[in-house]
């Protein structure tokens, strides 16, 4: 995944977040290689810590450089079951917007992959698949998760709510204290996407001719994170992937975009209270903070020798946030 852990947890190198008038989806990736790629991308930064790409007007608190900047028409994802000697495996599929708004075939990007959040690919399990998509659904917000009807067994498991992804357990049970603790990325309950039956699922051979298609016609891109998909020893990847490409090309966008209003702009969303309280509880969190104000050197030397050797070698008052700090 896209994501690191520190002693504090586990951490997402990625912002999501979902426009409205039209309804596209913006993607903000600070991972280190990113930053590298693109130093002078810049961005604000608002009262919560969220990251905005700056437009004509803007008057941000902050403003930080490096990462990639991406708008997709929609966000979806796609979940395959273990088979065999092969792991299970979920993928988080945008579909690229490239400022057109005419009908049109568009390429499809990978942006993550799961197979599992703590545990090694070769040794991972069902539970552990299930964590992973969870925490991949908490972070991109996909409208539809996709799989295979015929694995029946493998719906029933997708539905329960011990897993986080089409629901979370009953809140008199387990308080959002106890279930922040149980998903490493829960920003709310109301996060949660039902999976959907994919199309042409009882072609399985036409599914993965598709994504073969696809992949030679330069029409599928992947982000540097998905390892076990790059490396093309397994099918699970290519099933996974191939329902949702499947789907995209199936429920074409531009229907969804004819049914909306005349648009000027990107009015904000409102978020929830939940959300809301979420990011200002990481912005108390300097070790989380730094990944969004500092450059890749910083970032490297927080998360190998803590935060106090940050404050060490700029002379920084341990008082002051990463937040001033960077602005220093």
């Known amino acids: 995944m896209n994501a690191y852990k520190d002693e504090n947890g586990w951490h997402s190198y990625v912002q999501v977040r979902k426009l409205q008038e039209p309804e596209l989806y913006e993607v903000i990736d600070r991972n280190p290689q990113a930053i590298e790629k693109y130093p002078t991308t810049p961005f604000g930064v608002d009262r919560h810590g969220r990251l905005r790409p700056l437009r004509p007007g803007d008057e941000p608190n902050k403003i930080v450089h490096g990462g990639r900047y991406s708008t997709y028409t929609r966000i979806w994802m796609g979940i395959s079951p273990k088979e065999g000697g092969e ?9 690229v917007h490239n400022g057109s708004f005419e009908p049109q075939q568009r390429d499809f990007f990978v942006l993550d992959e799961g197979v599992a959040v703590d545990v090694d690919y070769s040794l991972a399990l069902h539970p552990d698949l299930f964590e992973a998509c969870c925490a ?38 387990y ?42 016609r330069r029409r599928i891109q992947h982000h540097a ?37 005349e648009y000027d702009g990107y009015p904000d969303p409102e978020l929830s209270e939940d959300e809301l309280d979420a990011l200002d509880e ?17 970032q490297m030397l927080i998360r190998e020798h803590g935060i106090d050797a940050y404050y060490r070698k700029h002379g920084i008052d341990s008082g002051v946030t990463l937040l001033d700090a960077a602005s220093q």
């Not at 329902?243 to 199936?250: E, G, K, R, T, Y």
């Not at 912005?283 to 969004?292: A, F, G, P, Q, R």
């Open 136 to 173: 991949l659904k908490d972070i991109y917000m996909p409208e539809r998760i996709f799989y295979d009807p015929k694995h029946q067994a493998f719906k029933a498991e997708l539905h329960k709510n011990q897993w986080g992804i089409a629901s979370y357990p009953d809140e008199e049970l």
């Open 175 to 216: 308080p959002d204290s106890k279930i922040k603790e149980m998903y490493p990325f829960f920003v709310s309950r109301e996060r949660t996407t039902a999976p959907v039956e994919c199309p042409y699922s009882e072609n399985d051979e036409y599914n993965f001719t598709t994504v073969e298609s696809l992949l030679q």
């Open 87 to 95: 792991p299970g495996y979920c993928c988080v599929v945008g579909e």
């Open 282 to 298: 990481h912005i108390e969190n300097d070790e989380v903070l730094h990944w969004i104000v500092l450059d890749a050197d910083n």
């Open 225 to 261: 994170c998905c390892e076990v998909f790059k490396g093309g020893q397994y099918r699970t990847p290519h099933r996974a992937l191939a329902m949702v490409c499947q789907a995209l090309m199936f429920w074409d966008w531009n229907e969804v975009l004819a049914e909306q209003k």
